[in-house]
């Protein structure tokens, strides 16, 4: 049986930013335009109970994350209503987040995820004129000042603290790293996240001129300088993962190390689907061929059917030069969706190979200077 | 842009030959945070995840 650590729950199909680089809606994936804008109070059950299934039968506990979209536009009281019915069947070690752009976190919401236990980890990218040039609604407008408003009123809530676990911030090579970690930092959450901009080796992410160039590469580089440097830094998970599987630790974040992860969807509409970073290969690229639904299917059948072993193991990199790699314990081949072209499929290096490749060589040198074999 | 040279340590800052080295001596924060974790064991991915280390990568 594939061991589940995390389900997204896409709680709500649509958004109110339209973000340009968003992996959902503005890479060529057009399923969202199918699914109903809100999961459905029969949906919200079926997930329920299969997810109570699953934690029981694996006995290990897994963590739900409330996504989309934008997942607070289900509204106050669906989501006090998910949370009292996911609080009231999941394990009690089953944590319950909330993946969010932040742009609907009043007071009252805080206060339902106060009473919840529901973590939250907002989207941000750093100063205004990052954040501002792709993080926009739908007339155009940038969100920093809407964003840093509400992370402001999460801190201020006093039952929230210890709630508000992380920034999620995308890269843009062209900014200052220096910048971007001053500003995460200054929001006062205790870990920080960088993710690089979607894209494959037949449709180069943003910022990339060829597939082994290291734009990337340098921007992480400058960034761990950064960090290392801070007498009193954040968590920064891609670093720390990173820096930890070099000293003979382990990484959990999915796309770095080797450590086995087990990662599935439910979607709007309560179909089962692999993980939703697939869009970023092609379109339709995170569905089944068979059409499960927690409506029709139990998750706890569904692990345990072929098709959903094969997708679990595309996150194993196949291609020679990847197997052969001195570096793959650290990198772990990349997420699956970087690994794409069109011609051959996922049997490749990630698009990011070379720019990972650097950073590494990066960390290295640091672990060297400090007398730290790695 | 550029990145610098990670700062060198001097002979009488190296305390241990172990791969894992005295955290007194680092200079860096975060490596000396990390080194503890790995040193303590909180290498293996733990049962289950926080918001800030659940798997998924968005």
Redesign the interface.
């Known amino acids: 049986m594939v061991a589940i ?2 389900v ?1 729950l896409k709680v709500a199909s649509r958004c109110n930013l339209d973000c340009g680089y968003c ?1 959902v809606y503005n890479m060529g994936d057009t399923g969202w335009r199918a699914q109903p804008k809100r999961m459905s109070h029969v949906v919200l059950s079926a997930a329920a109970e299969n997810l109570a299934e699953l934690a029981a039968a694996q006995r ?4 739900v ?1 409330l ?1 989309g979209g934008e997942p607070l536009l289900l509204g106050v009281p669906a989501l006090s209503d998910l949370f009292s019915r996911l609080r009231s069947t999941l394990p009690r ?3 319950i ?1 909330v ?1 969010t752009n932040g742009l609907l976190l009043d007071d009252e919401l805080i206060g339902v995820l106060v009473r919840h236990q529901v ?3 907002i989207s941000f990218d750093g100063p205004s004129a990052v954040h501002d040039e792709f993080r926009v609604d739908r007339r155009g407008r940038g969100s920093h000042s809407r964003v840093t408003a509400a992370i402001e009123r999460l801190r201020r809530h006093p039952g929230a603290t210890t709630l508000f ?2 920034i ?1 911030c995308v890269v843009d090579p062209r900014a ?2 220096a910048e971007v970690y001053a500003a995460l930092k200054a929001t006062g959450a ?2 920080v ?1 960088f ?1 690089y901009r979607d894209g494959n080796r037949s449709r180069l992410p943003f910022g990339k001129e060829a597939v082994d160039s290291i734009e990337y590469g ?2 992480m ?2 960034l ?2 950064v ?7 954040p ?3 891609i ?2 993962d990173m ?2 599987l070099l ?9 770095v190390g080797l ?1 086995d ?3 599935v969807v439910i979607d709007t509409d309560g179909r089962i689907t692999k ?3 697939l869009k970023v290969a092609y379109a339709g690229a995170d569905q089944f061929v068979e059409s499960w639904s927690v409506l029709r299917n139990r998750l706890v059948d569904v692990v345990n059917r072929p098709e959903f072993g094969a997708y679990h193991e595309l996150q194993r990199p196949t291609a020679e030069v990847c197997r052969a790699c001195p570096d793959l314990h650290v990198c772990g081949g990349g ?1 699956p969706a970087h690994r794409w072209q069109d011609d051959n499929g996922y049997n490749n290096p990630s698009v990011f190979c070379a720019d990972q490749k650097l950073l590494i060589e ?1 960390m290295r ?10 | 842009m550029d990145h610098k040279e990670p700062p060198a340590k001097s002979d009488g800052e190296h305390k241990e030959e172990s791969p894992l080295v005295s955290t007194d001596s680092l200079t860096s924060a975060a490596l000396a945070r990390l080194i503890e974790e790995v040193r303590n064991g909180d290498g293996p991915v733990s049962s289950h995840y926080n918001r800030s280390y659940h798997r998924h990568n968005r």
Not at chain 1, 60 to 63: E, Q
Not at chain 1, 227 to 233: E, F, G
């Open positions: 650590d995390t997204l992996y290990r506990p897994l963590s994350v996504h070690d089953c944590d987040h993946q973590g939250v980890s676990t992380g999620l200052d790293p205790p870990s996240d993710l340098r921007w580089c400058g761990l300088d960090y290392l440097s801070d007498p009193a830094p968590r920064a998970r670093l720390d820096l930890k000293l003979g630790g382990r990484g959990e974040k999915e796309g450590t992860y087990g990662i993980n939703d970073t997420m990066h040198r640091w672990l060297v200077r400090a007398r730290i074999a790695a």
